[in-house]
C-alpha cells in the first residue's frame, strides 16, 4: 500500500490492525532505497534524499545504523526521469532499490523503456 491509501482492516486478539483490501488507491507509489555503504554516498540517507529531493519526493529513514529509505512519489512526479535515476544509481554502486508499491502509470512507463 502506497501513502493516501484507504483501506479495509481487520484487528487481530492482539490489537494490531492488518490491511485485508484496498479500498481507493492514491496514484502514489512506494519506492525503498538504500545506500551502499561501500559506495560513493556512503550510509548516508541525507545523500540519497538530496538526490531524489528535484522529484518533490516525500521519505523517511528507517534508521541510522539501517539507512533504508522508503519514499512515496506523487501521481504527479517525473516518473520517468525518477526511473532513469534509480537505474543510474544502482548501476554506478550509490544503492540498492525497490518498488513496494507501482501505480499502472509506473508500469506503464517501465513497458515503455524495455
Do not use: Y
Not at 521519505?59 to 512515496?72: I, K, N, R
Amino acid at each position: 500500500m502506497a501513502e493516501g491509501e484507504i483501506v479495509r482492516f481487520a484487528t487481530d486478539a492482539d490489537g494490531l490492525h492488518w490491511a485485508k483490501e484496498r479500498v481507493e488507491a492514491s496514484g502514489n507509489c512506494t519506492i525503498r532505497v538504500l545506500p551502499i555503504p561501500s559506495g560513493p554516498l556512503g550510509r548516508s540517507a541525507r545523500a540519497v534524499h538530496e538526490l531524489l529531493s528535484p522529484f518533490g519526493l516525500g521519505g523517511e529513514v528507517f534508521s541510522e545504523e539501517f539507512p533504508l529509505v522508503a519514499f512515496t512519489v506523487p501521481a504527479d512526479a517525473d516518473l520517468d526521469g525518477l526511473k532513469a535515476l534509480l537505474v543510474r544509481g544502482r548501476e554506478d554502486g550509490w544503492w540498492h532499490f525497490e518498488v513496494a508499491c507501482a501505480t499502472d502509470a509506473w508500469r506503464d512507463g517501465e513497458s515503455r523503456s524495455q
